[in-house]
């Protein structure tokens, strides 16, 4: 799944809002429930050796909260990295270049949602 792909499978699946709140980083995307505001995925463009890759070449990223435990089994996965600019014990990277199993980000999408909404 690319970037375009992910954004749409979001905007057609999922009520929400979106924005890009960083000025400086246009490209970084928020999404956000309606109702509180949390975020439950963020895309952005970054280099690769943000996440640890050996390139300055950038690449998207998405961002996704999920389950602690599940974050660690994941890491062990093509295109799963410890989260960029986040609490790494909670949220993962999820390299947006067609390495990551497509059901799966759907899969953590709908984890993250639901971990990020109103109580």
């Not at 999404?31 to 975020?39: A, D, E, I, V």
């Amino acid at each position: 799944m690319n970037r375009s792909e992910l954004e749409k499978f979001i905007s057609d699946n999922y009520v929400c809002t979106s924005d890009f709140p960083w000025m400086q980083y246009p490209n970084f995307r928020v999404f956000r429930h309606p109702n509180n505001k949390k975020w439950f995925a963020v895309i952005m463009d970054i280099p690769k050796n943000k996440i640890g890759l050996p390139s300055d070449d950038i690449i998207s990223v998405v961002n996704l909260k999920s389950d602690p435990i599940m974050v660690g089994s994941l890491l062990r996965e093509n295109g799963f990295y410890p989260a960029y600019h986040m609490t790494k014990s909670s949220w993962i990277s999820v390299v947006l270049e067609g390495s990551a199993d497509d059901e799966k980000i759907k899969m953590l999408l709908d984890i993250s949602f639901e971990a990020t909404a109103v109580k």
